[in-house]
């Protein structure tokens, strides 16, 4: 069956840097387009970033463009996530799926990241 397992987070200063990794598995992950998605504590759910298959064309929300960036390893079945300059507003549990997530019908736990002097 499908699984991610999100990591990675942590406590992080304003302005610093942190990489998020999704080992995925129960699917053909290398053919398989792939994005980010983070909730804030009283918010909905948001796509944040995502990552084609077969030409690696990333997306990203307004709010992280020019500060985030996703890539994979197919060989690893792993999706990541590179933070750089962050801000208060990116604390959130950050997690990895689908672009699709209702065709997975799963989501990880989560690796939250919470950004604080």
């Known amino acids: 069956q499908v699984q991610f397992v999100e990591s990675g987070g942590g406590l992080v200063q304003p302005g610093g840097s942190l990489r998020l990794s999704c080992a995925a598995s129960g699917f053909v992950f290398k053919y398989s387009h792939m994005s980010w998605y983070r909730q804030a504590q009283g918010k909905e759910r948001e796509w944040i970033a995502s990552i084609t298959w077969h030409t690696n064309t990333t997306t990203y929300a307004d709010s992280v463009k020019g500060r985030f960036a996703i890539s994979r390893d197919n060989a690893k079945n792993t999706l990541y996530l590179q933070l750089n300059s962050v801000k208060p507003e990116d604390t959130a549990v950050y997690y990895c799926?689908?672009?699709?997530?209702?065709?997975?019908?799963?989501w990880g736990q989560g690796t939250r990241v919470t950004v604080s002097l």
């Open positions: 799926n689908k672009p699709n997530p209702a065709s997975t019908n799963y």
